[in-house]
C-alpha cells in the first residue's frame, strides 16, 4: 500500500510543486464516453462558456471512471461526478478571489504565505488538477439516484475539517460510504485529495506527488 495511503497525508503545494506537469497531448472525452450510465450534473456553472453541459476529462480517466461505475453497479450504486475538465483561466479567477480575501484577512502575510494559504482552498493554478481535465469531484448515488451519506454535501465548507475523508465528527455509515468511492478509485490508481473527501485525481502533479511517480498531464485550453 502507498504510503500516502497508510499515513492519510494531506498534500500540501510545498508536496506538490517539487514534481513537474507533464505535455501529453491526449484527448479530453466526455466522461461518460465509456459508460453512458455514469451520472453527469454539474455543481457550478463557470464552465457552460466553455464546454457546455458536458464534463470532460482525459481519454485515460474516463476508461477508470467507467470501471469503477462498473464495480458500483454490481451492488445497485453508481457514480455521479459534478465536475472535471475547468478552464485555466476559471482557475486562476477562483484563486486570484481567493486570495484577496484572505490577504485581507491576514494582512501581514508574505505573498508566497498568502499563496501557500489559500491552496489550502483553491488550488494553485500550476499545480491544480481541474486544468489538467485529470481530476474530478464525485460521489456515490444509490439505486434510485440519490446521494448516499457522505456526511457533508460536495464542496460544503462550511466545516473544513467534516470534509476530510477521515474526520472525526462523521458516524461510522458515513465513513463507510466515504471509503467505499475511496477504495474503488484508489484500485484504479487514482490519488485521493484527503483534504476533501469528493476530490481525486490522475496524472496531475498532485498525483504525482502522491504516488512519486511523473505526471503525464499538464493544463490545457479547451473549449469544445
Not at 39 to 45: D, F
Not at 110 to 129: C, L, M, S, W
Not at 162 to 189: C, F, G, P, V, W
Amino acid at each position: 500500500m502507498d504510503v500516502n495511503v497508510k499515513t492519510k497525508n494531506i498534500l500540501t503545494y510545498d508536496d506538490v510543486v517539487k514534481f513537474s506537469a507533464g505535455n501529453s497531448k491526449e484527448e479530453l472525452v466526455d466522461v461518460r464516453k465509456y459508460d453512458a450510465s455514469i451520472v453527469t450534473e454539474y455543481l457550478k456553472e463557470d464552465m457552460l462558456e466553455h464546454t457546455g453541459d458536458t464534463i470532460f476529462v482525459r481519454d485515460t480517466l474516463a476508461k477508470k471512471l467507467a470501471n469503477v461505475n462498473k464495480k458500483l453497479s454490481n451492488i445497485n450504486f453508481g457514480l455521479k461526478i459534478v465536475y472535471g475538465y475547468r478552464h485555466p483561466d476559471v482557475q486562476q479567477k477562483y484563486f486570484d478571489r481567493r486570495s484577496s480575501e484572505i490577504k485581507e484577512q491576514f494582512p501581514t502575510y508574505t505573498h508566497e504565505q498568502i499563496k501557500r494559504y489559500t491552496h489550502n482552498f483553491v488550488a494553485v493554478p500550476d499545480v491544480a488538477g481541474h486544468p489538467s481535465g485529470a481530476a474530478v469531484d464525485l460521489t456515490v448515488i444509490d439505486a434510485l439516484g440519490h446521494n448516499i451519506d457522505m456526511g457533508t454535501e460536495i464542496a460544503d465548507y462550511i466545516d473544513p475539517i467534516k470534509i476530510t475523508t477521515y474526520a472525526d465528527t462523521i458516524s461510522k455509515t458515513q465513513l463507510n460510504n466515504r471509503l467505499l468511492l475511496h477504495d474503488l478509485m484508489i484500485e484504479q490508481e487514482f490519488a485521493p485529495f484527503y483534504g476533501e473527501w469528493w476530490h481525486f485525481s490522475y496524472g496531475d502533479r498532485e498525483w504525482a506527488a502522491f504516488y512519486n511517480k511523473k505526471a503525464p498531464f499538464g493544463a490545457v485550453k479547451f473549449s469544445n
